[in-house]
T-cell receptor, first 117, second 112 residues
Framework: DSGVTQTPKHLITATGQRVTLRCSPRSGDLSVYWYQQSLDQGLQFLIQYYNGEERAKGNILERFSAQQFPDLHSELNLSSLELGDSALYFCASSVATGLAGGRNEQFFGPGTRLTVL | LAKTTQPISMDSYEGQEVNITCSHNNIATNDYITWYQQFPSQGPRFIIQ???TKVTNEVASLFIPADRKSSTLSLPRVSLSDTAVYYC?????????????FGSGTQLTVLP
C-alpha cells in the first residue's frame, strides 16, 4: 500500500459525458501528479500540482482539467469523453521539497480504470 | 526534456542477473535517473534512484557512467515475481516545472 488513494476504482460512462477522478496523496506529500496509461500510449504524464498550484503540464488535453485543493487532495476532470479516453488513470504523490538534487520518489495510487462506451 | 530509450523487452531465467540499459543522451546537469517497476493494472513502484557512479539498495543496483548518457539497472538473481515492466525516468527531483517523463518501458519476462 503506497498510501495514495484513488476513487473510484472503476468508472464506466458514455461518450460525451464528464467524469471526475479523485486522489488523496500520502500524508505530508505536497505534490500530486496525474498520469494516463492506455494500451497504445504507455504511461503519459498529464499534469503536476504542488501545494495547490499547477507546477508542470504534460500531454493533457484541453478537455481535461485538474486542481489541487487546500487539503491537498486532487481531482482530475475529464469532459466530452471520447472512446480513446478509455485508460487507466494514475495519481502519484511526492514530498517534492523543492531542494535541488533531493530524492523525489513518487508514490502511485492503485489507479482508476475508465471505460468510455 | 531528457528522452529515454530502453529495450522493449527482455527474457531471463530464474536465478540469473538481469541488466537493463537506458539511454538518455541529453540528460541535464541537475537530472536524476530513477527506475520504476510496474505490474499489470498496478501503479508503478520506485526501485532505485541515482545521480552518478553506482547506487545499491536491497533490491537493485544502478550503474551510471561518468558521462551519464546511459544507466544500467541490475537485478540480482531474478525470480518469477520480477516479471514486470521497468521504466527508466530522467528528470529533476526538485519539484520544479521540469516534468518527469516515463519512457516506453522494458517488459522483463522471467522464465522458470
Amino acid at each position: 500500500d503506497s498510501g495514495v488513494t484513488q476513487t473510484p476504482k472503476h468508472l464506466i460512462t458514455a461518450t460525451g459525458q464528464r467524469v471526475t477522478l479523485r486522489c488523496s496523496p500520502r500524508s505530508g506529500d505536497l505534490s500530486v501528479y496525474w498520469y494516463q496509461q492506455s494500451l497504445d500510449q504507455g504511461l503519459q504524464f498529464l499534469i503536476q500540482y504542488y501545494n495547490g498550484e499547477e507546477r508542470a503540464k504534460g500531454n493533457i488535453l484541453e478537455r481535461f482539467s485538474a486542481q489541487q485543493f487546500p487539503d491537498l487532495h486532487s481531482e482530475l476532470n475529464l469532459s466530452s469523453l471520447e472512446l480513446g479516453d478509455s485508460a487507466l488513470y494514475f495519481c502519484a504523490s511526492s514530498v517534492a521539497t523543492g531542494l535541488a538534487g533531493g530524492r523525489n520518489e513518487q508514490f502511485f495510487g492503485p489507479g482508476t480504470r475508465l471505460t468510455v462506451l | 526534456l531528457a528522452k529515454t530509450t530502453q529495450p522493449i523487452s527482455m527474457d531471463s531465467y530464474e536465478g540469473q542477473e538481469v541488466n537493463i540499459t537506458c539511454s538518455h543522451n541529453n540528460i541535464a546537469t541537475n537530472d536524476y535517473i530513477t527506475w520504476y517497476q510496474q505490474f499489470p493494472s498496478q501503479g508503478p513502484r520506485f526501485i532505485i534512484q541515482g545521480y552518478k557512479t553506482k547506487v545499491t539498495n536491497e533490491v537493485a543496483s544502478l550503474f551510471i557512467p561518468a558521462d551519464r548518457k546511459s544507466s544500467t539497472l541490475s537485478l540480482p538473481r531474478v525470480s518469477l515475481s520480477d516479471t514486470a515492466v521497468y521504466y527508466c525516468l530522467v528528470g529533476t527531483p526538485s519539484g520544479s516545472a521540469r516534468q518527469l517523463t516515463f519512457g516506453s518501458g522494458t517488459q522483463l519476462t522471467v522464465l522458470p
